[in-house]
């Protein structure tokens, strides 16, 4: 295992591709593409010698996309990023899939697969069987579609301010002013926020509705009777079905909303309000200032290098290496894309992490959130293939996640003062609750979408409102604020984006809990478990994984329930 900065810096060096090699068109690639599905293959030995060629040039090919790609979520305004990824998207990745099917065919007619030494090579046969299965010629170039109108959301997303005091911010930024003690300011800037949004409501609703025609469209090529099914096979989930999700809607309204709900009652009353209105839910109480962890972006990164390195050194070496590298874009600006991530670099082996900071908790929770993908990222550079570091984003997320709790112990770092410290732990506790609600509406939402592929804005907003309904109790008023309700579904960019990605995010929460609470009867074993999870990539089916990680892969409501009541016993010590 790596354990130096230095160490990981060190970039893997390419053996089967030149070393100068720039893609600047299909033509660059084409021949390697040629050699591999022209290789005679005479013993296992030159099947997996095949497999490391043929991972270096995805790995090559997928760096590539992946520059291309942070550059334009850093400049979305910029003409030259922006041709550049659609010029990969367009012109190159068409010519890759077919190419790599074939690749596929040959390995799966190979008489030496079974004859290699390494369990873990079934785990991505099982993959690649699936992705053959699903795979359509016709269907090349409406993807490419999709991908290039998938970026229409960064554009206008990255293009939406407000003017708060005179200046002009991202609505990242706005959101701050949501936190203050001032009421009658959190209104204003809630509302400008809504109105900015519902500004170009009809443009996101064209832009869906084009991607949702062209998705069900694909799924229908590929012989699915709807978009959602296509999507579970495509995104390998093997180890649950819909009727999983379905539970797991049930057992988080059941269980968790009401959590929710008696957070909200406490927010109210603590606010000293009649009713609670949506622009008072991050609000501080009368007096007390919003937590700010950082100066700036680069403090931010210190303090977060300091809390890891407290965690446990490896993992601080792991950020450090990341500034060394200068793998980061922290802070939030106009013309930026919207979230954040940890992009994952297959060849040099070090990610890119992207977010938008503004000063606020949210900063702190998404740094160490990214920065748990980045560690992960990081421990699979060892593994031989990249298909054994393309993660489900259930084992993903569980990295992710459960960095954010097992970090807390080291919050100190980011609020000196006790209260802030205690302040801090106990709202990331109860966004952990709140965010399994919208979790499970986001998630719900679109299984309603993609089996009503003929919808039209008006039926999605009210398939919205109904879902988001359900998911929340009646605490907070919308009176007067229904059209702005029923459009919340739009900020979302997964829906967009990465359609069916979302409820990673909730099984994974509740393996992050389970890890943290491990942590709590045994630190030195749990990060132990939790490691060696990380370092296992995707070479074990996702139920492995967890266990490795000393946690159950379970969404059944009475496992909800207990890890909920755990939180809720957590939240009591710090209030």
């Keep these: 295992m790596l354990a130096k900065a230095e160490e990981m810096l060190t970039p893997n060096l390419r053996q089967y591709l030149p070393s100068q090699l720039v893609i600047t068109s299909w033509k660059d690639i084409e021949v390697f593409f040629k050699e591999l599905l022209e290789r005679e293959l005479s013993s296992a030995a030159d099947l997996k010698k095949w497999l490391i060629d043929r991972s270096e040039l995805e790995a090559v090919l997928e760096e590539d996309l992946g520059w291309r790609y942070i550059k334009r979520s850093c400049d979305t305004a910029n003409e030259e990023y922006a041709n550049a990824f659609i010029l990969f998207v367009n012109e190159i990745q068409p010519l890759i899939s077919p190419q790599s099917n074939a690749l ?72 701050n002013f949501l936190e203050q003690d001032d009421r009658a300011k959190r209104e204003e800037v809630y509302r400008k ?86 622009w008072d839910l991050s609000a501080e109480p009368i007096g007390q200032a919003p937590l700010r962890p950082s100066e700036n972006a680069n403090d931010l990164m210190k303090k977060t290098i300091s809390c890891f390195m407290k965690l446990d050194p490896f993992l601080g070496d792991c950020m450090l290496a990341m500034q060394d590298a200068k793998r980061l874009d922290l802070d939030s600006r106009i013309g930026k894309a919207p979230g954040g991530y940890n992009y994952p670099l297959y060849e040099t082996g070090m990610p890119f992490i992207f977010m938008n900071s503004t000063n606020s908790l949210r900063d702190l929770v998404t740094i160490v959130h990214e920065g748990g993908h980045a560690v992960h990222s990081i421990v699979d550079k060892q593994l031989e293939l990249v ?101 919340l579904w739009q900020k979302q960019l997964h829906i967009f984006e990465v359609p069916f ?24 074993k749990s990060l132990e478990q939790y490691l060696d999870a990380l370092r296992l990539g995707y070479t074990r089916s996702i139920g492995d994984i967890y266990q490795t990680a000393g946690v159950r892969f379970d969404f059944s409501a009475g496992y909800v329930k207990e890890l909920c009541d755990f939180v809720k016993g957590e939240l009591e010590k710090v209030s």
């Design 104 to 175: 596929d065919l040959k390995l799966l007619k190979s008489p030496f697969l079974g004859k290699l030494d390494d369990s873990r090579i079934d785990i991505v046969v099982r993959q690649i069987r699936m992705r053959v299965e699903i795979f359509r010629e016709e269907n090349v170039p409406l993807i490419a579609e999709v991908q290039t109108k998938e970026q229409e959301y960064a554009a206008i997303n990255g293009s939406m301010t407000v003017e708060v005091d005179g200046k002009e911010l991202t609505l990242q930024q706005a959101s």
């Design 193 to 278: 926020i809504l109105k900015r949004r519902l500004q170009d409501r009809d443009k996101l609703d064209d832009l869906f509705n084009e991607l949702l025609k062209l998705r069900n469209k694909i799924a229908l090529n590929a012989g699915f009777k709807n978009f959602r099914d296509y999507m579970f096979a495509n995104l390998g989930r093997f180890d649950y079905d819909a009727d999983d999700c379905f539970k797991f809607h049930d057992a988080v309204a059941k269980e968790v909303v009401p959590l929710v709900n008696f957070i909200e009652k406490n927010q109210k009353d603590s606010l000293g309000l009649d009713t609670l209105r949506p």
């Design 387 to 487: 298909d054994y570091k393309n993660l489900p984003s259930e084992v993903a997320e569980l990295a992710s996640m459960s960095m954010e709790l097992l970090s807390m112990e080291h919050w100190d770092d980011f609020f000196t003062n006790p209260e802030d410290f205690a302040r801090a732990r106990k709202k990331h506790l109860q966004d952990v609750l709140k965010g399994l609600p919208w979790i499970a509406a986001v998630d719900a939402f679109q299984h309603w979408i993609y089996l009503h592929p003929d919808q039209t804005a008006n039926e999605r907003r009210q398939a919205w409102s109904d879902t988001y309904n359900r998911f929340t109790g009646n605490v907070v008023n919308w009176d007067g604020m229904e059209d702005a309700k029923s459009n």
């Design 501 to 524: 990605y979302y409820i990673e995010y909730g099984f994974a929460q509740l393996g992050a809990i389970a890890v943290w609470r491990n942590f709590h009867l045994d630190r030195k």
